[in-house]
C-alpha cells in the first residue's frame, strides 16, 4: 500500500478566549502557516479538503458551506466529517489512498469561548427520552463512568489527581498552551467536587483555536518535505452513545481502534515500539482509562508532554488533529522545550467527549 505522508502543519492558539477574532479568521491563519511550510498554494496544488466541523456545536444549519474560503477551497472538492479531526486525517488518508487525490488538507477549529450555554447544548447529545429529562449536567456521565473505571480496580483516584496534575505542571514547557500551571495532585484533590469522584481540577477548561494538516502520496511528500512523518496505520470505532448499552468503565472504542491501526503496522507490543503518545484526557481518569486499552499503561512510552487537554485546552473537533501535531512536532525534532529525545514512532488518540463512546487512533513514525 502506497505511503501517506504529514507534510505539514499549522495551529493558531490556544487561549481560553479570542475576542478579536473570529473562527474564519483561527482557521485561515492556521491554514496560511501549513501551506507557507510546504511551499503550497492551495488553489493549484491541494486536491481535496476535509474538515471536522459538526452543526451541533457551532449553531448553524449545514456549516461546511462555511468553512472552504478560508482554507483557500472555495469551489473545489470538500469532505466534512462530524467527527474528531483524527477522523478528518482518516478521511484524508483513505482519499489519497484510494487515487482520488494526492494531495489534502484536512482542517479543525474550536471557537468554544463563543459558545454561551455549554451544558445545554451538550444536554442535547443525550437521549431526548430517557436521559435528557433528567437535567443533569454532561459531567454527571464522566462522573459515573469514573466511577466505574475506579471500581475495575487498574487505578486509584490518586492515580487520577497525578495525571491532572502532571499535565498541567509538563504544560509549562509548552507555549501554545493555554492552562499551564504548577500544581500537585493534592490541588486536585482539594477542588471542588463536580461529579462524584470528579473534581474540579480533574476537568478540562476549553480553548480556542484552529489546527489544519497537509498529507500527500508517499512521492509528493518526500518533493514537499524533506522530513515526512508516515501515517503508518490508523483505526477508529464508533459505540452507542446510550448509557443504557454502552461499555462503562473500559475504552473499548479505543481498544479496538487501536487493534485496527497496530494491525496496520504490524505492532505487537505497543509498550515496546511506540516512544511518544498524545493521548485523550478530557478527564483525568480517561488518559488512564485510554492508556489501557491502548496496551501503553506502564510502558516506557513518554504520554503527553505537551500537557494534553488538561494543559493545553479542551479543543472539541480539534483535538485530535493538535495531537497529530504535537507528534509531527516531536518525530521532526521540533517540540522545543517540550522535546523527547530519540523519538522513532508516536501514537495519536482521540475521544470525542461527552457522552459519545468513540475514538480514534493514528500511529506516526519517521523513516529509519
Keep these: 500500500m502506497d505511503r501517506v505522508g504529514i507534510v505539514a502543519t499549522g495551529q493558531v492558539g490556544f487561549t481560553s478566549i479570542s475576542p478579536g477574532l473570529s473562527y474564519k479568521e483561527?482557521?485561515?491563519?492556521?491554514?496560511?502557516?501549513?501551506?507557507?511550510?510546504?511551499?503550497?498554494?492551495?488553489?493549484?496544488?491541494?486536491?481535496?479538503f476535509v474538515c471536522a466541523s459538526e452543526d451541533f456545536l457551532e449553531g448553524t444549519s449545514i456549516f461546511d458551506e462555511y468553512v472552504p474560503d478560508q482554507l483557500g477551497a472555495a469551489q473545489r472538492p470538500v469532505q466534512t466529517v462530524a467527527a474528531d479531526g483524527l477522523v478528518a486525517l482518516a478521511t484524508g488518508v483513505m482519499?489519497?489512498?484510494?487515487?482520488?487525490?494526492?494531495?489534502?488538507?484536512?482542517?479543525?477549529?474550536?471557537?468554544?469561548?463563543?459558545?454561551?450555554?455549554?451544558?445545554?447544548?451538550?444536554a442535547f447529545a443525550l437521549d431526548p427520552v430517557f436521559e435528557r429529562p433528567l437535567g443533569v449536567h454532561p459531567w454527571f456521565v464522566a462522573g459515573l463512568e469514573m466511577t466505574s473505571f475506579l471500581a475495575g480496580g487498574t487505578a486509584t483516584i490518586e492515580d487520577c489527581w497525578e495525571v491532572a496534575a502532571t499535565n498541567r505542571c509538563r504544560a509549562l514547557l509548552n507555549p501554545s498552551a493555554a492552562y499551564a500551571q504548577t500544581m500537585t495532585a493534592g490541588d486536585v484533590e482539594a477542588s471542588a467536587l463536580v461529579a462524584d469522584p470528579l473534581r474540579e481540577l480533574d476537568c478540562p477548561r476549553t480553548a480556542d483555536g484552529a489546527v489544519v494538516v497537509v498529507l500527500a502520496a508517499e512521492e509528493r511528500a518526500r518533493s514537499l518535505c524533506p522530513l515526512p512523518v508516515w501515517v503508518d496505520g490508523i483505526g477508529w470505532s464508533t459505540e452507542t452513545p446510550s448509557l443504557s448499552s454502552r461499555t462503562w468503565g473500559t475504552a473499548e472504542y479505543a481498544r479496538r481502534a487501536a487493534e485496527r491501526?497496530?494491525?496496520?503496522?504490524?505492532i505487537t507490543d505497543a509498550g515496546a515500539e511506540v516512544d511518544v503518545a498524545e493521548v485523550d484526557d478530557t478527564f483525568s481518569y480517561k488518559q488512564l482509562q485510554h492508556l489501557d486499552a491502548l496496551g501503553l499503561r506502564g510502558a516506557p512510552t513518554v504520554?503527553?508532554?505537551?500537557?494534553?487537554?488538561?494543559?493545553?485546552?479542551?479543543?472539541?473537533?480539534a483535538n485530535g488533529l493538535a495531537r497529530v501535531a504535537d507528534v509531527v512536532a516531536q518525530l521532526q525534532g521540533q517540540?522545543?522545550?517540550?522535546?523527547?529525545?530519540?523519538?522513532?514512532?508516536?501514537?495519536?488518540?482521540?475521544?470525542r467527549g461527552v457522552p459519545t463512546s468513540s475514538g480514534a487512533v493514528a500511529v506516526l513514525s519517521m523513516d529509519a
Design 26 to 48: 483561527l482557521v485561515f491563519e492556521a491554514a496560511m502557516r501549513a501551506y507557507a511550510a510546504a511551499g503550497l498554494d492551495p488553489r493549484r496544488d491541494v486536491d481535496s
Design 95 to 122: 482519499l489519497i489512498r484510494s487515487g482520488a487525490a494526492q494531495v489534502v488538507a484536512c482542517e479543525a477549529h474550536s471557537k468554544a469561548s463563543d459558545i454561551v450555554t455549554l451544558p445545554d447544548i451538550l
Design 261 to 266: 491501526a497496530y494491525a496496520q503496522v504490524g
Design 303 to 317: 504520554v503527553n508532554p505537551s500537557g494534553g487537554s488538561l494543559g493545553r485546552g479542551y479543543l472539541f473537533e
Design 335 to 351: 517540540a522545543g522545550a517540550c522535546q523527547i529525545d530519540g523519538v522513532r514512532r508516536g501514537l495519536a488518540q482521540s475521544w
